[in-house]
């Protein structure tokens, strides 16, 4: 069956420390994955995208890496602040079809 | 950014109702309008997708007379939760697609709770 699992359902870690979230897929062959922050009660925000093609991105203290042979995703943060503190989930459009589905999420707390 | 919004932010209904939620791009022309539900620490769960001017596409498992979906504009796509019960209570949120769609990247409305007694 097709899944997309975010392998801890909570992470708690120490401010200043890098913040490492998987996300795992099976039987799914994605163009690109993104990852999302959403916190309690409100609609996810869009972070960053990662094709294919490329097995690393970029964006401030965030980083995202893609292995297509793995099927899978690892999201840092790094210098974390308690700020960070929220879910990120990941998602991905599966191939052929334009929509977008979504992992179970990771609650990440930083602690001060 | 794109702005998605959503109305109402909450609403609680009596059992037997039916409700009506609004998701509005408001500074971009959406064709395509996605709507999930989410219940308490679960993720995201994809009921359908909206296409302007065509029949909603309903995720496996969910009630398409119970769940309507209209998108009859470029900007507004609407989900009636019919007949609501208390199993419906839920967090809905709606997320919309630039006509076009070269980022992949979504955009979603701030949610919507319902609460059915």
């Known amino acids: 069956s097709q899944k997309i699992e975010q392998n801890s359902e909570a992470l708690n870690i120490q401010e200043g420390k890098t913040a490492t979230l998987t996300c795992n897929y099976t039987?799914?062959?994605?163009?690109?994955l993104q990852w999302y922050r959403q916190d309690p009660g409100r609609g996810p925000v869009f972070l960053l995208l990662?094709?294919?093609?490329?097995k690393e991105k970029r964006k401030e203290r965030l980083k995202v890496t893609f292995d297509t042979t793995l099927k899978q995703s690892l999201f840092h943060i790094t210098a974390s602040q308690p700020a960070d503190s929220a879910t990120y989930l990941c998602?991905?459009?599966?191939?052929?079809?334009?929509?977008?589905?979504f992992g179970s999420g990771t609650r990440l707390s930083i602690r001060p | 950014g794109a702005v998605v919004s959503q109305h109402p932010s909450w609403v609680i209904c009596k059992s037997g109702t039916s409700v009506k939620i609004e998701c509005r791009s408001l500074?971009?022309?959406?064709?395509?309008m996605f709507w999930y539900r989410q219940f308490p620490k679960q993720s995201l769960m994809l009921m359908a997708t909206?296409?302007?001017?065509?029949?909603?596409?309903?995720e496996q498992g969910v009630e398409k007379d119970k769940f309507l979906i209209n998108h009859a504009s470029l900007t507004l796509s609407t989900l009636t939760v019919t007949s609501a019960h208390p199993e419906d209570s839920s967090f809905y949120i709606c997320?919309?697609?630039?006509?076009?769609?070269?980022?992949?990247?979504?955009?979603f409305g701030e949610g919507s709770r319902l609460t059915v007694l």
């Open positions: 909206s296409n302007e001017g065509s029949k909603a596409t309903y």
């Open positions: 990662i094709r294919e093609n490329e």
């Open positions: 997320s919309a697609v630039p006509q076009v769609w070269n980022t992949g990247e979504l955009f």
């Open positions: 039987n799914y062959s994605p163009a690109y």
């Open positions: 500074d971009f022309q959406a064709t395509t």
């Open positions: 998602a991905l459009s599966p191939g052929g079809a334009s929509k977008i589905i």
